[in-house]
């Protein structure tokens, strides 16, 4: 127990208490008096660890969607949180299975892949608006010289900047909906095979 409380450091320590009192409780109703049997019945406490933060980060983002207005989704990093752990959970089930490691690197590079694209989705958005102010400068710089030339760079600048206006709201509501995507994705593959374990330690 003293081993499972140092992995819990990301709780409160509320949670940790009750995560701590409930599997003592589970382990003296279970009669499971040696540390191999503790293990092959909760597995490590590492990994016992994981599947805890894991469950404690969905009931974070169900909490969050429920208490938020108009069925809002829950906060990106807190659904990108959500997906690591869940993870960290099935690499290291006790049953780690075949089928759940490759769910869980499956996951892994869904996650990758979303970090990829936010990034990407940043800079070419910083570039184009970063274009458009060069531009804006580089026609005000010309003014005294070409007039046409400088509305046509200073044309071009409003344009990349306005466009960076409109692009950039789009393109994170976009990531927002494939952060939830992945998010829902990966309760739903965590609830598919740890749901009736959880269920029966509750009972």
Do not use: C, H
Not at 76 to 96: D, H
Not at 110 to 123: A, G, K, Q, R, S
Not at 179 to 197: D, G, L, P, T, V
């Amino acid at each position: 127990m003293d081993e499972l409380a140092s992995y819990l450091n990301q709780l409160t320590n509320d949670e940790k208490q009750d995560v701590l009192e409930f599997y003592s409780e589970y382990v003296m109703d279970a009669d499971l008096k040696t540390d191999q049997e503790i293990i092959q019945k909760l597995g490590t406490p590492k990994q016992l660890s994981r599947k805890i933060l894991a469950d404690y980060s969905i009931k974070a983002v169900n909490s969050e969607q429920g208490s938020t207005a108009s069925g809002s989704t829950a906060r990106p990093q807190r659904n990108i949180r959500m997906i690591w752990l869940i993870i960290l959970a099935l690499l290291a089930s006790p049953i780690a299975i075949p089928i759940l490691i490759v769910l869980a690197l499956g996951l892994f590079m869904i996650l990758l892949v979303i970090v990829m694209v936010i990034v990407m989705t940043i800079i070419v958005i910083v570039a184009v608006a970063f274009g458009g102010v060069v531009s804006i400068v580089g026609g005000l710089a010309v003014i005294s010289s070409s007039i046409p030339t400088s509305i046509f760079f200073i044309g071009i600048g409003l344009g990349a900047v306005g466009l960076t206006l409109i692009a950039a709201p789009i393109g994170f509501l976009i990531i927002k909906v494939l952060i939830e995507m992945a998010a829902n994705f990966s309760k739903w593959i965590y609830n598919r095979f740890f749901k009736s374990r959880r269920q029966s330690k509750e009972v």
